[in-house]
């Protein structure tokens, strides 16, 4: 790091992938820093570039792939480039202490949920899932627990009642985790960026939110259904079956039943097929469900149940 006038000066590596990865790199250009390198997740065969590589080939910065960062050779190649701070944007693989602490300040990270709260890969599906009014990012110190390192920022965001995995992540915490990820920058420039100890008394861990996780029961209230639809869309897709097939559901409007009409059906049961989408029962209601994926692209309800043929009487389960 050199020092020119008050202006200091790191050498940094980005380290991630993605679109996130991407607007970090870019951010951190545009203004100028001294970026030296990215370091960015292996594809598979037949893969095409991660949007990080891309956007570090248009910058023409090298770039390294390393499938495993255990080998005190990838370690020597990283410290060869004499980085001051790794900035780390969307990392999936682990990453050691021995790696973490060869840039001269260390390393800082990105998670999407307001830490010790929600540790683990799917840290904004379950918040929404569970209920919770608030979520938020943490920029934290990694180290060689799963989201267990020093905090340095975190920022804030409600949840609301029609609020979705999409929504919650792509309109705030992916704009405010690349400001975020910058004013954690100028912090450690500055000599002022804080370690917060992690209450450990309070953390929370969540597995991977995956298919078997996004199943909906139409025999539970319409408070967790809705849930379930919002916290999996758009991944993994909350679903399921209609004569043995899947059938995801990505948006459905809760109808909570007034009196027993409002329910008035078996568990599951289509009562309604419309223009507008179809109409299932649950336990304490009914959801018109606007929205769904069966064995090509996502489209509106009820152009597809058009498309399949389908009648009242059917039956989701």
């Known amino acids: 790091m050199t020092e020119v006038g008050e202006v200091l000066f790191m050498r940094i590596v980005v380290h991630g992938q993605q679109a996130f990865g991407k607007a970090v790199l870019e951010a951190l250009i545009k203004r100028g820093e001294d970026v030296v390198a990215?370091?960015?997740a292996p594809e598979k065969p037949g893969q095409k570039a991660d949007p990080l590589k891309e956007a570090a080939l248009a910058a023409k910065l090298p770039i390294y792939q390393p499938a495993s960062y255990r080998?005190?050779?990838v370690w020597e190649e990283f410290r060869a480039?004499?980085?001051d701070l790794q900035v780390m944007a969307f990392v999936t693989l682990f990453v050691p202490e021995d790696f973490l602490n060869i840039p001269t300040h260390g390393s800082i990270q990105y998670h999407p949920s307001l830490l010790p709260a929600y540790r683990g890969p799917s840290a904004i599906n379950w918040p929404i899932i569970k209920g919770e009014t608030e979520t938020g990012l943490s920029i934290f110190w990694p180290d060689n627990g799963l989201d267990t390192g020093d905090v340095l920022i975190q920022k804030k965001t409600p949840i609301s009642g029609t609020d979705t995995l999409g929504s919650v992540y792509f309109d705030r915490l992916f704009p405010k985790g690349v400001e975020a990820m910058l004013e954690a920058v100028?912090?450690?420039k500055a000599g002022k960026a804080p370690r917060i100890k992690q209450d450990d008394s309070k953390a929370t861990y969540e597995g991977r939110c995956g298919p078997d996780n996004a199943h909906i029961d139409w025999g539970r209230p319409w408070q967790e259904i809705d849930r379930v639809i919002r916290g999996c869309n758009p991944a993994p897709g909350a679903w399921s079956t209609l004569d043995g097939k899947t059938l995801k559901i990505f948006e459905a409007?809760?109808?909570p039943a007034k009196?027993?009409?409002?329910i008035a059906g078996k568990m599951g049961e289509i009562v309604a097929v419309e223009a507008d989408g179809i109409t299932v029962v649950c336990a304490d209601?009914?959801?018109k469900v606007l929205r769904v994926q069966a064995d090509g692209p996502k489209l509106a309800a009820g152009e597809w149940a058009k498309a399949a043929g389908l009648a009242t009487g059917a039956r989701l389960t």
């Open 259 to 262: 009196d027993p009409k409002g």
């Open 38 to 40: 990215a370091y960015v």
């Open 285 to 287: 209601g009914r959801f």
């Open 81 to 83: 480039l004499k980085p």
């Open 186 to 188: 100028d912090l450690v």
């Open 253 to 255: 409007k809760p109808m």
């Open 71 to 73: 080998k005190p050779e």
